[in-house]
Every structure is written in structure tokens, then in C-alpha cells.
């Protein structure tokens, strides 16, 4: 069997006194590309902001490469190989996008390396080649999506986060983030993918996890979750 990269044992958040995430277990093991699926406010953003050190939490423990990198800061993680690309996105809007991606190797003193994974990042992402000068702030929000992406993978991850990464685009964007998702994968990038979209998501992805109010209540194969009737009913609109 291959390496537990990431391991949530129990996790535990509240909010005030609103219990977000009520006791969550759930793995990523190397070379995976593992989706957590659920409606609106099941915890998962939550979930994965805890495991990313941006969210502070009581019980339970996260670790990442065997250890508990409970406590740890986002920064420090970073450093390990561990980054999430926010829902959201959060690009540098007043940047241009090639210094978006040169942020994202913030951590890298490698500088022709990183001039050659910038290279990549565009072959990747050709529209990010038709636009390298421009100011992130103008770009459309498919386009922001990309250099998320492509500002996370500078930072040469082991475990890659994505939360959300179709929500509000329109269904051309949709399908390439997709696929840019599958290419970035099939580079052996370990992949934990929050994402609405459960039919695109168990599509893609190796195994899923379901999360409803703030539990997991089922996990296993992905291609049989998307035949699973109850899932169908609950996420795919069936």
C-alpha cells in the first residue's frame, strides 16, 4: 500500500459555539487523488483550513509525512510540501501574473529552476503566457484560477489542496480547470480536492470522502460513489 502523506485523526472545530467539524477522520495516500464532497456549510473548507494551519482547533490530530503537524503554521507547511489554493482564490491583484507565480516560490532560492517552472506554468496554462504582464486584478475569474493554481504548484508541493476551484465559473472554464486538475495529477502531484461539482469531481478523482454537517457519513471508490443511489439523490441531482 502507498505512503499516508496525509492523516486526519478526530478532527474536531467549532466556531464560537457552533460545532463546524465534528470528528473527522480521513486519509490521502501517495500518488492519490482523493475528492471531499458535500453541500454548502458540511465543514469542508473548514476541514481543509484546520489541515492547512489557518484554522485553529481543539480535538483531534493532522498528520502530514507521519508526523503531527499540529499547531504548525501555514508558512511551515508550505516549506514541507503541503499547500491549499483557496476558495476564492486569492490572487495579488495589484501584481502581474509572472510575479504572482514568482511569489508562489517565495520559498525557492533556485532561481533558474524557477524560471524554468514558471516556463512549465505557462505551457500549462497558455492564457497565462498571453497575459504574463498584465495586473492579476483584471483578469476573469477563470483566469484568476488558473494562476492560483499555477502560483501553488511553483512552490513544488507534495500534497495539493484545491477548494472549490469551479465554483462561479462559467461550464468552458469549468471543463478546462478540470482537466488542468487531471494533467497536474497525472504529473504525481497527491491531490485532496473540495469541490461542489461532485459528478466532475468522483469523476477524476481515486476515492471520495461525503461530508454532511460537519461528519463524514461515507467514503470508498469513486467511480462507485457516482452509481451509489444515495449520492446520486443527495449530490448529483437524481
Same mark, same amino acid.
Given at each position: 500500500?502507498?505512503?499516508?502523506?496525509?492523516?486526519?485523526?478526530?478532527?474536531? $472545530?467549532?466556531?464560537?459555539? &457552533?460545532?463546524? $467539524?465534528?470528528?473527522?477522520?480521513?486519509?490521502?495516500? +501517495?500518488? +492519490?487523488?482523493?475528492?471531499?464532497?458535500?453541500?454548502?456549510?458540511?465543514?469542508?473548507?473548514?476541514?481543509?483550513?484546520?489541515?492547512?494551519?489557518?484554522?485553529?482547533?481543539?480535538?483531534?490530530? &493532522?498528520?502530514?509525512?507521519?508526523?503531527?503537524?499540529?499547531?504548525?503554521?501555514?508558512?511551515?507547511?508550505?516549506?514541507?510540501?503541503?499547500?491549499? $489554493?483557496?476558495?476564492?482564490?486569492? $490572487?495579488?491583484? =495589484?501584481?502581474?501574473?509572472?510575479?504572482?507565480? #514568482? %511569489?508562489?516560490?517565495?520559498?525557492?532560492? !533556485?532561481?533558474?529552476?524557477?524560471?524554468?517552472?514558471?516556463?512549465?506554468?505557462?505551457?500549462?496554462?497558455?492564457?497565462?503566457?498571453?497575459?504574463?504582464?498584465?495586473?492579476?486584478?483584471?483578469?476573469?475569474?477563470?483566469? #484568476?484560477?488558473?494562476?492560483?493554481?499555477?502560483?501553488?504548484?511553483?512552490?513544488?508541493?507534495?500534497?495539493?489542496?484545491?477548494?472549490?476551484?469551479? %465554483?462561479?465559473?462559467?461550464?468552458?472554464?469549468?471543463?478546462?480547470?478540470?482537466?488542468?486538475?487531471? !494533467?497536474?495529477?497525472? #504529473?504525481?502531484?497527491?491531490?485532496?480536492?473540495?469541490?461542489?461539482?461532485?459528478? =466532475?469531481?468522483?469523476?477524476?478523482?481515486? =476515492?471520495?470522502?461525503? %461530508?454532511?454537517?460537519?461528519? &463524514?457519513?461515507?467514503?470508498?471508490?469513486?467511480?462507485?460513489?457516482?452509481?451509489?443511489?444515495?449520492? =446520486?439523490?443527495?449530490?448529483?441531482?437524481?
Amino acid at each position: 500500500m502507498a505512503n499516508t502523506l496525509l492523516k486526519v485523526k478526530g478532527l474536531k $472545530v467549532n466556531y464560537g459555539g &457552533i460545532k463546524a $467539524v465534528k470528528g473527522v477522520d480521513l486519509e490521502v495516500h +501517495e500518488g +492519490e487523488l482523493v475528492t471531499l464532497i458535500g453541500s454548502n456549510g458540511a465543514g469542508k473548507t473548514t476541514t481543509m483550513k484546520a489541515i492547512t494551519g489557518t484554522q485553529p482547533y481543539g480535538e483531534g490530530d &493532522i498528520e502530514y509525512l507521519g508526523k503531527s503537524i499540529k499547531g504548525k503554521g501555514s508558512w511551515d507547511l508550505v516549506k514541507e510540501g503541503l499547500v491549499m $489554493v483557496p476558495e476564492g482564490r486569492g $490572487v495579488f491583484t =495589484r501584481m502581474t501574473i509572472t510575479e504572482n507565480l #514568482q %511569489m508562489g516560490a517565495y520559498i525557492r532560492d !533556485d532561481n533558474d529552476g524557477i524560471a524554468a517552472d514558471i516556463e512549465k506554468m505557462f505551457n500549462l496554462f497558455p492564457r497565462l503566457r498571453e497575459r504574463k504582464d498584465q495586473l492579476a486584478g483584471t483578469m476573469s475569474g477563470g483566469e #484568476q484560477q488558473m494562476l492560483a493554481m499555477g502560483r501553488a504548484l511553483m512552490s513544488q508541493p507534495k500534497v495539493l489542496l484545491l477548494d472549490e476551484p469551479s %465554483m462561479g465559473l462559467s461550464p468552458i472554464m469549468v471543463d478546462k480547470i478540470f482537466e488542468v486538475v487531471k !494533467d497536474v495529477y497525472s #504529473q504525481g502531484v497527491t491531490i485532496l480536492l473540495v469541490e461542489q461539482n461532485a459528478s =466532475r469531481a468522483l469523476g477524476i478523482a481515486n =476515492r471520495g470522502y461525503v %461530508m454532511d454537517s460537519g461528519l &463524514i457519513t461515507m467514503t470508498g471508490d469513486a467511480k462507485q460513489m457516482l452509481t451509489d443511489p444515495k449520492v =446520486r439523490a443527495a449530490y448529483l441531482g437524481e
